[in-house]
């Protein structure tokens, strides 16, 4: 079973994050901010990944802190399942409609980290979320799971659409990019990644 646990512990936040690649979608969340709960939520969910999440961050201070450093825990956590990544499809693309929004996710599985974020939204709060800190939150998956990842809004208006979208959209893509193939091979010409 691809499966990792990852802890974290600064002077900022408390983490403890358990990954299962081959899940079923169960999820047992709570980071102190409700609307990253959902979008990581729907994550799990649409990805058909389990992950058990607790998280003690400043939020007094703001929500940054808790939402990269879970950033960081979860790619430090893919990348520990999947050890040295032979054996799986490596790219993953997802194109997710949610009403009026239409996102389109990318990815690689390269050990190259890589983020392109282009999915605006004119809330500046959703809840007790900052918007902004969605990008920061791929980008530190990215840096600590490898990953080359282009998130792009098509066309939308509704900021928890956008971002409930983009959730969505990457547990899809890492999803299918995750997928085992039939031969193990490593897909790459290097004869590793």
């Known amino acids: 079973m691809r499966h990792s646990e990852i802890k974290r512990k600064t002077s900022e936040t408390d983490i403890d994050l358990s990954f299962t690649l081959d899940g079923n979608g169960r999820y047992d969340l709570s980071t102190g901010i409700p609307f990253f709960d959902h979008m990581l939520t729907l994550f799990a ?3 058909s990944f389990d992950l058990k999440l607790h998280a003690d961050g400043d939020i007094e201070v703001d929500g ?6 879970i950033g960081i825990c979860l790619g430090q956590a893919l990348s520990e399942a999947l050890g040295n990544k032979a054996g799986i499809t490596r790219y993953g693309s997802f194109s997710l409609p949610m009403d009026e929004t239409l996102v389109r996710v990318v990815l690689d599985l390269s050990n190259r980290p890589f983020l392109h974020y282009e999915a605006p939204v004119r809330e500046p709060m959703l809840g007790s979320f900052d918007t ?3 990008k920061e939150f791929f980008r530190a998956v990215c840096q600590h799971g490898g990953i080359t990842l282009h998130i792009d809004l098509l066309h939308g208006e509704n900021g928890h659409h ?3 979208a983009v959730f969505k959209a990457f547990g ?6 995750v997928t085992p193939l039939a031969d193990g091979r490593v897909m790459s010409s290097k004869g590793c990644l």
């Open 45 to 47: 969910v649409h990805g």
């Open 64 to 69: 940054h802190h808790t939402v990269e450093d």
């Open 132 to 134: 902004m800190l969605s």
């Open 162 to 164: 956008i971002i409930e």
């Open 172 to 177: 899809r893509a890492l999803a299918e990019a």
